[in-house]
């Protein structure tokens, strides 16, 4: 994801990491640190955002539209610097 957000982010694209992990976030924590992640990292320890946004898989993936609408979900893991990944991104910023 930190080549997407470092491609993104003077679009108006929003890369938000969830993370489900409850309990000890310094794992969490230790996981950003160690892969100098540089986007937002958000603790979901109460569940909030899972139950808006259920999982199914671990990893798991939500493209939220400009008008706040779910655009795709993926489930699993993938290649999210890819040519294939940023053409889809760049559609669906164009509208």
Not at 64 to 91: C, H, M, P, Q, Y
């Amino acid at each position: 994801f930190e080549k997407l957000y470092r491609r993104y982010r003077s679009q108006r694209v929003t890369v938000l990491a969830v993370s489900l992990d409850k309990g000890d976030i310094s794992k969490v924590k230790g996981f950003v640190d160690t892969n100098n992640l540089t986007f937002p990292v958000l603790i979901d320890s109460d569940g909030v955002a899972e139950k808006l946004y259920p999982s199914f898989t671990i990893p798991f993936t939500y493209v939220i539209d400009k008008e706040g609408r779910v655009a795709a979900r993926v489930d699993g893991a993938k290649n999210w610097a890819s040519d294939e990944t940023f053409v889809a991104l760049d559609i669906l910023i164009k509208g």
